[in-house]
């Protein structure tokens, strides 16, 4: 019954009916745990798998280090710091599965190199140590970046933005900036909304009117922005996110 309350909640996008579930979590109930992994497992999944750069299955270890990381997210969240459930749990599985990954590089490292010790050293030479270790993470992120941004830039040519127009549009002004997060917060949060734009390429101009504190001559100097910032919302970019985090409210 529980799982079928989640899922309607991710079909909704309800925060508030999610962050109550997660509060039952997070003050011993197990049942309400168990439901929030195996409805989140997808997610999990995906997570892992970009992170490991390979499909991670429920058999793989990673994917245990992943729940793990998901239910120390739960405890850990709190609506009012992080921006979402989603992208706070993808920054702390991360965080878990590289350290994972570091873990057993350096364990493997260890048994290469005790084995060669028993050999003939001329005949094994192994690069495994701390600073390979790290500047490999170091180049993963790096590269993960740059696929976000690629995807990103992607996403904004669909709606014919560009990183450079943004540039240009780009509110000056702290205040502007932060109304104009706070209409891309409303319309991600708000499903008829967001399929408005998503179906027609532009803003659901006649309801914000109604919604927002400023006027539509306010509205359609930011619009190129504001679209550029729900698109960043609505999707999974986490390290361009964490860019923009200061302007979430």
Request: glycine share 2%; charged share 30%.
């Amino acid at each position: 019954m529980l799982l079928s309350i989640i899922q309607g909640i991710f079909n909704k996008k309800s925060d508030t009916a999610l962050n109550e579930l997660v509060w039952k979590a997070k003050t011993g109930d197990e049942k309400v745990m168990n439901d929030l992994l195996i409805a989140f497992t997808p997610f999990m999944k995906k997570t892992a798998s970009f992170v490991c750069n390979r499909f991670i299955d429920e058999s793989d270890e990673e994917f245990s280090v992943t729940m793990v990381g998901f239910h120390e997210a739960v405890l850990n969240y709190d609506p009012k710091e992080n921006a979402s459930l989603h992208t706070f749990a993808h920054l702390i599985i991360k965080r878990r599965l590289i350290d994972h990954i570091r873990k057993e590089a350096v364990r493997n490292a260890n048994v290469l190199l005790s084995i060669d010790n028993d050999e003939d050293a001329s005949t094994h030479e192994y690069a495994f140590d701390e600073s390979s270790i790290l500047s490999y993470s170091e180049e993963r992120r790096a590269e993960e970046r740059r696929e976000e941004m690629a995807e990103y830039a992607t996403l904004l040519k669909e709606y014919g933005l560009s990183f450079r127009e943004l540039a240009e549009v780009s509110p000056k002004h702290a205040d502007s900036r932060k109304t104009a997060f706070q209409i891309a917060q409303i319309i991600v949060e708000t499903p008829e909304f967001t399929n408005h734009l998503i179906e027609n390429k532009r803003l659901p101009m006649k309801q914000l009117e109604h919604i927002v504190e400023v006027s539509r001559k306010t509205i359609e100097r930011h619009r190129k922005y504001i679209i550029a910032v729900v698109l960043l919302l609505n999707n999974d970019f986490t390290y361009i996110k964490e860019y923009v985090k200061g302007e979430l409210i």
